[in-house]
């Protein structure tokens, strides 16, 4: 069963240091998310890409944040300058493959957590 | 009041009993629903989507009530495998496709 991969499980950056979280989507999906869980908190969204643009994006994602799709699988995200309140679980989603179905049904990779000291 | 809201829990659950429980949602325009279930740590996984007729997926069960704006979930003959944090989360289109979250109810299913 295809499945959205994330690189790395787990991350530790100091305050201040530029992070990039990797994922790839399910192959023939084409809406690509981000969202994170503050240990104890609820997942919150981050951004949601399609077709090569950010088609929404949170309060939570400011400047620091930023997406890209560099290549045909993978989907990454940045933060440029790292805060201690950037800890956090990170996932990727996708949703929504090339013949139209299922669009709003979005698939969960098991997250990077960022851990930021 | 919160977009997405779910009783915290914990339902402590006998082993083979029925739970049940709701999640309210405030905006109407929302217009997908799903459960999601989260064990410790790890990522959402999709449990079902939440249809208008309602619908069944083996021993869970999950319902929209679009005038009252909420959506449930039951489990019959509960599992201990069953013990989770189940996630309900509603989906607006216009928005992105961004799903909103509510915090979890939290199920111990106990022998």
């Known amino acids: 069963e295809p499945e959205v991969t994330q690189t790395p499980s787990h991350q530790v950056t100091q305050m201040g240091q530029e992070v990039i979280l990797r994922c790839v989507p399910i192959?023939?999906?084409?809406?690509f998310y981000w969202y994170r869980q503050i240990l104890g908190q609820k997942v919150e969204f981050l951004v949601s890409?399609?077709?090569?643009?950010?088609?929404?994006k949170s309060e939570i994602f400011d400047d620091q944040f930023s997406v890209e799709r560099p290549d045909g699988s993978n989907f990454t995200l940045k933060i440029r300058s790292t805060k201690l309140e950037d800890s956090a679980m990170y996932f990727c989603?996708?949703?929504?493959?090339?013949?139209?179905?299922?669009?709003?049904?979005?698939?969960f990779g098991p997250g990077t957590r960022l851990t930021v000291l | 009041r919160k977009e997405v809201e779910q009783d915290p829990g914990p339902f402590n659950v006998p082993e083979g009993a029925t739970v049940a429980f709701n999640c309210t949602y405030s905006?109407?325009?929302?217009?997908?629903f799903f459960w999601y279930r989260q064990d410790c740590r790890k990522e959402p996984k999709l449990l079902m989507s939440v249809y208008s007729s309602g619908n069944e997926d083996g021993r869970f069960t999950a319902q929209l009530n679009r005038a009252s704006q909420y959506i449930s979930l039951l489990i019959r003959d509960s599992k201990l495998s069953d013990s989770a944090t189940y996630l309900c989360a509603v989906n607006r289109k216009a928005a992105g496709n961004k799903l909103t979250f509510g915090g979890g109810t939290r199920v111990l299913v106990k022998p």
């Open positions: 989603a996708s949703s929504g493959s090339r013949q139209g179905r299922g669009t709003d049904t979005q698939y």
């Open positions: 890409f399609y077709n090569n643009e950010i088609s929404e």
């Open positions: 905006n109407s325009a929302s217009q997908s």
């Open positions: 192959s023939n999906h084409l809406y």
